[in-house]
Protein backbone atom coordinates (compact mmCIF):
# COMPACT_ATOMS: atom_id res chain seq x y z
CA UNK A 1 0.00 0.00 0.00
CA UNK A 2 0.90 3.53 -0.50
CA UNK A 3 0.55 6.48 1.81
CA UNK A 4 1.01 10.00 2.11
CA UNK A 5 1.96 11.41 5.32
CA UNK A 6 1.55 15.03 6.23
CA UNK A 7 3.83 15.40 9.58
CA UNK A 8 3.59 19.45 11.05
CA UNK A 9 6.60 19.95 13.53
CA UNK A 10 5.34 21.69 16.40
CA UNK A 11 4.91 25.72 16.79
CA UNK A 12 6.39 26.25 20.28
CA UNK A 13 9.92 28.40 20.93
CA UNK A 14 11.96 24.71 20.98
CA UNK A 15 10.74 23.49 17.82
CA UNK A 16 13.33 24.56 15.55
CA UNK A 17 15.99 22.86 17.45
CA UNK A 18 14.55 19.53 18.15
CA UNK A 19 14.48 19.62 14.24
CA UNK A 20 17.92 20.48 14.09
CA UNK A 21 19.25 17.94 16.32
CA UNK A 22 17.11 14.87 15.18
CA UNK A 23 17.89 15.50 11.81
CA UNK A 24 21.15 13.55 11.02
CA UNK A 25 19.45 11.15 12.88
CA UNK A 26 16.04 11.28 10.34
CA UNK A 27 17.55 11.63 7.51
CA UNK A 28 19.89 8.21 7.82
CA UNK A 29 16.97 6.62 8.59
CA UNK A 30 14.88 8.02 5.13
CA UNK A 31 18.08 6.45 3.80
CA UNK A 32 17.43 3.11 5.30
CA UNK A 33 14.04 3.20 4.29
CA UNK A 34 14.85 4.03 0.43
CA UNK A 35 16.90 1.20 0.43
CA UNK A 36 14.08 -1.22 1.45
CA UNK A 37 11.63 0.55 -0.82
CA UNK A 38 9.28 2.09 1.69
CA UNK A 39 10.28 5.48 1.19
CA UNK A 40 9.32 6.97 -2.35
CA UNK A 41 9.65 10.44 -2.04
CA UNK A 42 9.38 13.10 0.42
CA UNK A 43 10.66 16.51 1.73
CA UNK A 44 10.09 19.47 4.47
CA UNK A 45 6.85 21.74 4.54
CA UNK A 46 7.89 25.40 4.78
CA UNK A 47 6.68 27.78 6.75
CA UNK A 48 5.85 31.80 5.55
CA UNK A 49 9.73 32.77 7.11
CA UNK A 50 10.91 29.40 3.87
CA UNK A 51 11.62 27.39 7.66
CA UNK A 52 11.39 23.72 7.66
CA UNK A 53 7.71 23.37 9.12
CA UNK A 54 7.07 19.81 9.02
CA UNK A 55 7.27 16.88 6.09
CA UNK A 56 5.95 15.72 3.37
CA UNK A 57 6.46 12.04 2.66
CA UNK A 58 5.45 9.16 0.05
CA UNK A 59 5.70 5.97 1.56
CA UNK A 60 4.77 2.18 0.84
CA UNK A 61 4.30 -0.42 3.45
CA UNK A 62 2.41 -3.81 3.10
CA UNK A 63 -0.34 -2.48 5.63
CA UNK A 64 -0.94 0.61 7.82
CA UNK A 65 0.09 -0.97 10.35
CA UNK A 66 3.81 -1.71 9.45
CA UNK A 67 3.87 2.28 7.97
CA UNK A 68 2.71 3.14 12.12
CA UNK A 69 5.34 1.20 13.70
CA UNK A 70 8.07 2.98 11.28
CA UNK A 71 6.59 6.50 12.04
CA UNK A 72 6.67 5.67 15.80
CA UNK A 73 10.39 4.63 14.94
CA UNK A 74 11.23 7.90 13.59
CA UNK A 75 13.67 10.01 15.12
CA UNK A 76 11.55 13.19 14.36
CA UNK A 77 8.43 11.58 15.98
CA UNK A 78 10.89 10.13 19.12
CA UNK A 79 12.47 13.01 19.43
CA UNK A 80 9.00 15.33 19.95
CA UNK A 81 9.31 16.96 15.95
CA UNK A 82 6.44 15.77 15.12
CA UNK A 83 3.09 16.87 16.78
CA UNK A 84 0.55 16.27 14.34
CA UNK A 85 0.77 13.33 11.62
CA UNK A 86 -1.68 12.64 8.91
CA UNK A 87 -1.82 9.10 7.18
CA UNK A 88 -4.01 9.37 3.87
CA UNK A 89 -3.62 6.03 1.87
CA UNK A 90 -2.86 7.02 -1.67
CA UNK A 91 -1.95 5.14 -5.37
CA UNK A 92 0.59 6.80 -7.40
CA UNK A 93 0.69 7.50 -11.29
CA UNK A 94 4.12 6.13 -12.71
CA UNK A 95 4.61 7.84 -15.95
Request: charged share 30%; net charge negative; proline share 4%.
Amino acid sequence: MQFLIIARDGRDEGAAARRAKARPAHLENVKKLKEQGHFLQGGAILNEKDEMAGSVIFMEFPSRSDLDRSLAADPYTTGGVWVDVEVVPIRLVTL
